[in-house]
């Protein structure tokens, strides 16, 4: 399996090229390492460096308006590779792409990142724009 932890240069400035001034919702599957190990040689559990990371990141979340509006734990793969399992799903609601730009470029989460970097085997960081509530699939 091929590890996705963070974006590529092309990746993060085509999303950057996106229109920045309507809300996101960003789509994270996240499969974590069984042990996660820092730079400095000390390790914890996956799911721990990834609580770090997630209290360590929470404030700045928080000022720009971000929001779990939705957490998951897979159950079953109905249509897809069966290989492709994630420990954890959730969706972040933004107010804006250029919020989420801010929070990811702030000196304080860039500095919580190392966390989530020793904690993820691999990710899915997939941005949404809203469409609005419907009854029927379209």
Known sequence: MT????P???????????PRDTPIMM???IKF???AIYPDGSSTTGVE????????????????GGRI????QLESILIGPQD????????ASYPSAGSFL??????VYQASVFHRQAAVKTSRLIRFGEMGESTVFE
Do not use: C, H
Request: aromatic fraction near 16%; avoid cysteine.
């Open 3 to 6: 590890s996705y932890i963070d």
């Open 102 to 107: 801010e929070m990811v470029t702030d000196p």
């Open 8 to 18: 590529t240069s092309e990746q993060f400035l085509a999303f950057k090229n996106l």
């Open 49 to 64: 460096a990834y609580r770090r990371y997630g209290d360590a990141s929470a404030l700045i979340f928080s000022r720009v």
């Open 84 to 91: 492709e399992n994630w420990d954890t799903a959730f969706i």
């Open 33 to 35: 390492n069984a042990t």
């Open 27 to 29: 789509l994270n599957l």
């Open 69 to 72: 509006v939705w957490r998951g």
